[in-house]
């Protein structure tokens, strides 16, 4: 089975500008999560979708959404880019239904570089 | 909310000295349990898990953990460390049926040959 992938790998933003990010799952899975990495914070949960619908939300302000479509492929959106917004974006799958849907797959993350 | 302890940001180890890395979580309830690698540049991977059961667990790579209730702890181990083994290590953990994983901050290890 193929893992998760994410496009971009690179991506740089200006300040003010806003970014899209892509996730496909590893075939089967429903579940996805996404995650920002910073040498200051650490590895911060954002949100997850399941079945095309926000399951849960971390604490982070409203200019990052999500969304999930019906091959459950994800996009993460964040608007008004902010140089604090640089870091690397996980994403994660997992099945989301079965007794192993506490598993979760890491794809190799974006890393975005705002400017 | 859950939250995780990893002391000590970098670890330092001869090569094929043992690698022990310490996790103590906070939950009112036993949550699942994770430890995750990730090596330069790439993802996470998972290297072991506890959910239910028996409460020595073993993983990819020769690594373990121990989960002990009674000290909230996930102490990963691996007796002989290796050259390949250096990157950095994640202590997670979820409420059971959550896929909400809380990190620690992770433990650099470096191996000294």
Known sequence: KAGVTQTPRYLIKTRGQQVTLSCSPISGHRSVSWYQQTPGQGLQFLFEYFSETQRNKGNFPGRFSGRQFSNSRSEMNVSTLELGDSALYLCASSSGGTSNSYEQYFGPGTRLTVT | ?113
């Open chain 2, 1 to 113: 909310a859950q939250s995780v302890t990893q002391l000590g940001s970098h670890v330092s180890v001869s090569e094929g000295a043992l690698v022990l890395l310490r996790c103590n979580y906070s939950s009112s309830v036993p949550p699942y349990l994770f430890w995750y690698v990730q090596y330069p540049n790439q993802g996470l991977q998972l290297l072991l898990k506890y959910t239910t059961g028996a409460t020595l667990v073993k993983g990819i790579n020769g690594f373990e953990a121990e989960f002990k209730k009674s000290e909230t702890s996930f102490h990963l181990t691996k007796p002989s460390a290796h050259m390949s083994d250096a990157a950095e290590y994640f202590c997670a953990v979820s409420d059971r049926g959550n896929n909400r994983l809380a990190f620690g901050k992770g433990n650099q290890v470096v191996v000294i040959p």
